[in-house]
């Protein structure tokens, strides 16, 4: 679920983000990113991500960085908090320790 | 694009590397239900699903996909420790198994170009329930740190790995996180670090591509190989850096550490296969062997010629290029052998399903798996095995409850060796045996024999391979409509094979099926008879015997003579192929060894060794007795090539079944 409210786009994807969805969504964002001057990640209706959901996300935050554009990730469940244990990923760090 | 044209392309191509996969996919899942769980099995298992799906979805055949990733799920679970395996979900995997080749014939059958069938939907949708199941929703690639206990290792090693992904991985069908997470559960300690630079912009990003790549630091008791195995799949299109540091913690003494810099061994890989194969079309080498062996032929016209013209240097040069012609001719024998093993394996899937659904507990033993035969001879054998395994399942071994003072388990054999120029076949069960009263009594009901005639054992046993002959109180699905058997026996015999049957009333049978090594080039005897030429096969050939006059007069009207102290049965070539006799000429006899005994063949001149290449002999001569085929010697005349098996089963019909030539 991708919605623009007031120069605020909110992404909330739900179920699955995974290979299977990555195209669709990220066109989606695509679409709607330029009109954006904040970003809110909402996670908890997610159940299961993978690499390209995870990169995905990264590329998210990045494209917010390099416009300057606020960049919030809130309601990381369990599932999603495993998967970026195992990569050694923190959203507040960006992962800087590894690069 | 036209996806559909390209799949029309690599139909084939798919649908070979697919059976191949799904081939070995059973192997591992039978392995495991035999076994228990095992690492190696249900890696090989997931491999193979995560191969199809990555194929498949690049041709964009979506019913595959769409499947087998449910199944891939289930099985990343599986290999992760999150789901425990059981008989019943590896009863449950098998069955996908089965769906996905049902699902991919499909789609080769239609090119792609059709929706799967009611049928097939239908399977995959009660298929997929079942697998979601088991598959608790909140599971994901990676493993939770509590469920997955870690191992503990004797002799644990600390590494280091960068890893740098390939670009195509995840459009293959290969997960990233399952790699780290098998590593992980495999591992004392385990510490991953994301590189996340590479990854662009929304505006850059190639969704599916891969842009990660990962410094990871870990403690394991794998081998360094074993640690590359779990790349072994994406190796190609990947860069690998490991550097081990050392760490003894054995059971005896700790050494003291030495520096890390000391310690450090650099292991680089990036894509160095240690093996190198090809897949060549079946054709291009029957192509190739047809061709050497016109040269054989076109080369035995060079050595007569080079004789006639009692030239000894150009002798000496035709006798290396024979020689050379021999090395390249087994060469190339070579690469159509295979090892029957592969054939083998496959029944253990048929003696699980037939075993379950007869109420039968049969252990399957295999034997001699590593015999190597022509990959055609196989290919013919494999259907005729099948009926003569299900039929031993079905009508020979018996329930749990009837099999008495015996275990209530049967067994099931399957043995496979080398024997004087012919590999031989065994298959043995340790079920009920042939009743030969039983037998006897049916065949003169279905007419087969009339009653009160005399049959020695073997041929009372033979009548279970005669068309219409069914022993079965009622038809099944399996078997009882007396067909199956009379198909095996006529495949065999159109191999140039024989098969004999040995029983014993509530011990067992085994069937022994005998077969030519190979369908194309062989090392011949070449003799004549009359004015004909003959060629026995030279691996049968045990020794020449020049007879004396004394000798000839003992010749018993040429039945058998004495060799050593042994008596041993002859077979006159000239009077059975109604050869113009020569008295004067007959004085030669080739003993030939075969299932075990020897015989005699009593021939006019003997002239050694002979490289021969077989030319089948056209329809006309389907009914010929006693000749197997033809070859062209460097004359140009036609020799005939011998049928040992067929030959040695006319001398025991004449002598009802001779016993006294067993070879010591």
């Not at chain 2, 996969?21 to 035999?34: D, G, K, P, Q």
């Not at chain 2, 590189?195 to 394991?220: G, K, M």
């Not at chain 2, 102290?565 to 003993?591: C, H, M, T, W, Y």
């Amino acid at each position: 679920m991708i919605t623009l409210k007031e120069s605020s786009l909110h992404v909330n994807p739900s179920g699955e983000l995974t290979i299977y969805q990555v195209e669709e969504f990220s066109e989606k964002v695509k679409k709607l990113i330029s009109s954006a001057e904040r970003l809110y990640v909402d996670l908890s209706q997610l159940d299961k991500i993978d690499s390209a959901g995870f990169q995905l996300l990264v590329s998210l935050q990045k494209s917010c960085e390099s416009s300057q554009k606020s960049f919030e990730i809130n309601g990381i469940t369990n599932s999603v908090h495993n998967f970026m244990l195992l990569f050694g990923f923190d959203w507040n760090t960006q992962g800087k320790g590894a690069e | 694009m036209n996806s559909t044209l390209q799949f029309s392309d690599i139909a084939k191509e798919f649908h070979i590397e697919s059976i191949e996969l799904l081939e070995a996919m059973e192997n591992s899942l039978v392995y495991i239900r035999e076994n228990g769980m095992d690492d190696e099995a249900i890696n090989a298992v997931f491999r193979a699903a995560h191969t199809i799906k990555g194929a498949a979805g690049m041709y964009k055949i979506d019913f595959v996909v769409e499947f087998t990733h449910i199944a891939e799920n289930v099985l990343d679970q599986v290999r992760n420790g999150t789901i425990a395996m059981s008989d019943e979900l590896s009863e449950l995997l098998l069955e996908c198994k089965d769906h996905i080749q049902h699902l991919v014939e499909f789609a080769v059958l239609t090119c792609n170009e059709e929706a799967p069938t009611q049928e097939l939907c239908d399977m995959t949708k009660k298929l997929g329930a079942s697998l979601n199941e088991i598959m608790p929703i909140s599971l994901h690639h990676a493993v939770d740190v509590s469920t997955s206990a870690p191992i503990t290792p004797l002799v644990e090693k600390e590494w280091t790995m960068q890893l740098k992904l390939g670009h195509s991985i995840m459009e293959q069908g290969f997960e990233p996180a399952s790699f780290l997470a098998y590593l992980r559960k495999n591992s004392a300690t385990f510490d991953a670090k994301v590189h996340v630079t590479s990854i662009p912009v929304i505006e850059a990003l190639n969704p599916t591509q891969c842009y990660l790549s990962f410094e990871i630091e870990f403690t394991t008791s794998m081998s360094k190989e074993e640690i590359l195995d779990v790349f072994d799949f994406i190796k190609d299109d990947c860069e690998i850096v490991l550097n081990e540091q050392v760490t003894a913690v054995s059971t005896q003494s700790v050494t003291a550490r030495q520096s890390p810099k000391e310690e450090v061994k650099k292991t680089t890989t990036q894509a160095q296969p240690t093996a190198y194969s090809i897949r060549v079309d079946a054709e291009k080498i029957d192509q190739l062997i047809n061709l050497i062996g016109e040269m054989v032929i076109a080369n035995a016209n060079v050595v007569q010629q080079s004789i006639d013209m009692k030239n000894s240097e150009l002798i000496e040069s035709v006798s290396i290029v024979s020689r050379m012609l021999e090395d390249i001719r087994e060469g190339a024998m070579q690469i159509r052998m295979v090892q029957i093993g592969e054939t083998f394996n496959k029944f253990k899937r048929i003696v699980m399903d037939l075993s379950k659904k007869l109420g039968k507990e049969i252990d399957l033993v295999i034997k001699g798996g590593e015999t190597e035969l022509d990959k055609t001879v196989v290919e013919k054998i494999t259907d005729p095995l099948v009926h003569i395994v299900r039929n031993a399942i079905d009508h020979g071994i018996e329930l749990p409850s009837d099999r008495g003072d015996k275990s209530h388990k049967g067994t099931l054999t399957l043995n496979a060796y080398h024997d004087a120029g012919t590999v031989v076949i065994e298959i043995s069960d340790d079920g009920k045996g042939l009743d030969e009263e039983m037998l006897y009594k049916k065949g003169v009901e279905k007419g087969l024999i009339e009653e009160g005639v005399v049959l020695s054992q073997q041929e009372i046993y033979k009548l279970i391979l005669a068309p219409g002959f069914s022993t079965a109180p009622a038809v099944t699905d399996l078997s009882g409509r007396g067909v199956g058997m009379d198909v095996v026996k006529r495949n065999i015999e159109a191999l140039r094979g024989d098969i004999e049957i040995k029983s014993k009333k509530g011990e067992g049978t085994t069937l022994i099926i005998r077969l030519p090594l190979t369908l194309a080039i062989i090392d011949g005897f070449l003799v004549k008879v009359g004015e004909t030429f003959y060629v026995v096969p030279l691996d049968m050939v045990v020794e020449c015997i020049e007879i004396n006059d004394k000798e000839k007069a003992e010749m018993h009207g040429n039945n058998y003579i004495n060799l050593r102290g042994s008596i041993l049965p002859l077979l006159n070539i000239g009077a059975f192929f109604d050869e113009q006799k020569n008295e004067d000429a007959r004085a030669n006899i080739v003993v030939v060894h075969y299932a075990g005994r020897r015989y005699g063949f009593i021939v006019d001149e003997l002239f050694g060794e002979f490289q021969t290449v077989i030319k089948p002999l056209g329809k006309i001569f389907h009914a010929l007795k006693g000749i197997s085929g033809a070859t062209i010697l460097g004359s140009g005349t036609v020799a005939l090539i011998l049928d040992v098996p067929m030959l040695i089963n006319f001398i025991l019909t004449l002598k009802g079944g001779i016993d006294e030539s067993k070879s010591a």
